[in-house]
């Protein structure tokens, strides 16, 4: 029998171990005009939150770019200081952009490893940057609930026009 000195050690399954606030690689699906097959490149993406429905595990991500533009401000973390960038596996500027996100399913094949890495999580968000999304998260659940609340409100003005139209008041 032979003794092999490395031990085996069982690989952590990133899967199960995804958290808010990681930065993973992912295929970002982009919208192009000329309905091109061309694969999104990969690209940082924020795991702005994760869930599980049943069986399925699902991740929401936000876009991540090293653009400078001014689309969508209010609604990004900028990832500006080398430290941080250093903590969040990036090697340049990148800004999250919160507005621009997707909910895919953890086993998405949008999700980027490279060879030597058995993992697409390249990262995460210092203390500060998690602060900025959580504020950026709870916002988005606001607005969410207003809107659900006016969509109610809408409804049962509806609902009332089309009782008072059968000629009930």
Known sequence: MLHNPIPIVPAIDWTMSLLRGDVVLFRFPVSDDD??????????????????QGQDRFVELAYGTS?????????????????????????????FVCARRVTVHIRN????HTEEATSPVIGRLDEALTERM???HARFQAEAAIAAHYREEQQAEQAGKAREARGFR
């Open 67 to 95: 653009s400078k533009g001014r689309a969508n401000r209010g609604y990004e973390v900028i990832v500006r200081q080398p430290q941080s960038q250093a903590t969040a596996g990036l090697t340049k500027p990148t800004r």
């Open 134 to 136: 959580n504020a950026l």
């Open 109 to 112: 094949a949008g999700f980027g």
């Open 35 to 52: 309905d091109s097959l061309d694969v999104p490149k990969r690209r940082p993406c924020l795991v702005l939150d994760t869930f599980q």
